[in-house]
């Protein structure tokens, strides 16, 4: 019995896995478009058009070929490179017409093509239907990587007639630049009543509403997508404006991308010396989908039009691969699911209020403490981007030697809205150089963590209304966990980001000393 129900668990475990990349790609969904179906020829009867080659058309349509050929093939752009793992195929039913084996060709630019073949090297032959009305499938011996994929009938019955869909998946056709990871700007904006419409948030694809730039300022207009990490980019949809009575879309607009929003480049074709010009839309509801033939990776892009129909306006969205690797200097992940954010603090101004150095204080008995920040714990190392805790010495200290309640702060640079706080701090462990004595100092003297944001740099005297989340011994996270997260209660605004250290009400005449080995700030 036990056995059993390990080999039913197991292979309820592989199939999940291999699920992962068995889904259909669109041809039955219609997010392939007719656009993207080709074919060699086809039959003069309008039931035979290749936009029919879908699965589960009406049983009278399906691509027919012109000729009875073996010459003949169906070509399926899928836009975006995907992995295949398979195929399904069908008949044209009321017509007792199907395709009873065909070869498969891919490619990735439409230019070099290649056939799957088999373990022995040949062109691979697949077994197709035996009627015209069920569906077949075929899987693949090892997922392929394309864009472009190839139909061939070989052998058919009657007539070369085909639906088909194909199974993979697509990972770099997600949105790209959506809340809470990305933001959206623009050059100007309309002026709308209590801003109800027209501002660049209105932008987004899936809004009902639309970016619309100031009427003066037709032309060097642009709509701005943060992508929140530097992301690959490989295709574009644009909309016109969805809530006014009159029809307003861009028909023309150029792509321009940078990574700092200091350097940037136009999009341009491989071989070509301007930049391209998209075209956009012909009415204000349906999409205009642009599929990249040179994917470019950045975290801004700007969509710039230089021609539209009554004004400058538009919705947009951007497709591509999210960055799931790890993150580049500069952007952390919240938890292991999320996506890369940028950290604010990255490399900052720092400084803390116990700095003076000038004098000596005597503890409880004259007893002297010893501040171990005298040759260690500069505080702009919480943001030189090392995370790695081993070291006490590579991470910033601040105690109470000089000061009851020892503050490090972070000058941002510039006002916004702060979301939350991320802290690395150190935890003993074998590896670590520090004595076991200091460590336990720190450890049972330490007793709070509270994180403040203002606009104006301060050396303590904080506002609750400042306070965006605090950690205590209590929660035991000081000392069970070495990342704190402190996830403020509201979104705060400002430019300073302080974090004060507290010790226990027991101990008030006890060394005790916060080690922070990286800062992470995050915005709304």
């Known amino acids: ?49 290749e936009k029919n080659a879908r699965l589960y058309q009406s049983a009278d349509r399906a691509w027919c070929a012109r000729h009875k050929s073996d010459s003949e093939w169906l070509q399926i752009d899928l836009g975006i490179a995907a992995k295949i793992s398979g195929v399904l195929t069908q ?19 439409a230019y070099r093509w290649q056939y799957l073949v088999d373990q022995y090297g040949n062109q691979k032959m697949f077994s197709a239907n035996i009627d015209s009305y069920s569906i077949h499938n075929n899987y693949f011996d090892e997922p392929i990587v394309a864009r472009f994929i190839k139909f061939h009938p070989i052998k058919w019955h009657v007539h070369p007639s085909l639906r088909v869909e194909i199974i993979g998946c697509q990972e ?128 801004y892009v700007r969509l710039h039009p230089i021609e ?35 950290n604010m603090a990255y490399k900052k101004q720092t400084w803390t209020n116990d700095r003076n150095r000038h004098h000596q204080k005597n503890g409880v008995g004259g007893f002297k ?27 910033a200290t601040i105690d109470n030697y000089f000061v009851k309640k020892p503050v490090w702060m972070v000058d941002l640079g510039r006002r916004t809205n702060i979301a939350g706080v991320m802290l690395k701090t150190w935890h003993e462990n074998k590896e670590s150089n520090v004595s076991s004595s200091m460590y336990r100092d720190y450890l049972a003297n330490l007793d709070r963590y509270n994180v403040y944001v203002d606009q104006y740099p301060r050396r303590y005297r904080f506002k609750n209304t400042n306070l965006c989340s605090y950690v205590t011994r209590t929660d035991q996270a000081l000392i069970s966990s070495s990342r704190l997260h402190f996830q403020c209660q509201r979104p705060l605004h400002g430019r300073f980001v302080y974090i004060e250290a507290d010790g226990a009400s027991n101990h008030w005449n006890k060394l005790f000393t916060a080690v922070l080995c990286e800062v992470f700030v995050y915005e709304q």
């Open 1 to 49: 019995m036990i056995l059993y129900f390990f080999i039913l668990w197991n292979s309820i475990h592989v199939d999940a896995v291999t699920q992962l990349c068995n889904g259909p790609l669109g041809m039955i969904s219609g997010e392939i478009r007719d656009w993207q179906i080709t074919a060699s020829s086809t039959f003069w009867d309008p039931d035979c058009h």
């Open 91 to 109: 008949g044209r039913a009321n017509k007792n017409e199907h395709v009873t084996s065909f070869m498969i060709s891919y490619s990735t630019d």
């Open 172 to 299: 770099c056709k997600q949105y790209l630049g959506l809340p809470p990871y990305g933001r959206i700007s623009a050059s100007t904006t309309w002026p709308s009543r209590q801003r109800a419409t027209c501002q660049p948030e209105d932008g987004y694809i899936m809004s009902n509403k639309g970016w619309c730039s100031k009427r003066r300022y037709k032309y060097d207009q642009w709509l701005e997508f943060d992508l929140g990490h530097p992301s690959t980019v490989t295709s574009l949809i644009t909309k016109g404006r969805g809530d006014t009575s009159q029809d307003q879309w861009v028909t023309k607009y150029k792509v321009s991308f940078s990574n700092d929003t200091r350097l940037w480049l136009y999009y341009k074709e491989k071989s070509q010396i301007e930049p391209r010009v998209f075209a956009g839309n012909n009415d204000r509801d349906s999409e205009r989908i642009h599929f990249l033939n040179e994917p470019f990776f950045a975290r």
């Open 308 to 342: 539209w129909h009554n004004h400058v306006s538009m919705r947009a969205a951007i497709l591509g691969c999210p960055h799931k690797a790890a993150c580049f200097p500069g952007y952390f992940r919240v938890n292991s699911e999320a996506q890369c954010v940028e």
């Open 369 to 395: 403490f010893r501040s171990i920040r005298e040759t260690n714990g500069d505080p702009s190392l919480a943001v030189d981007g090392f995370e790695e805790t081993l070291e006490w010495s590579k991470c």
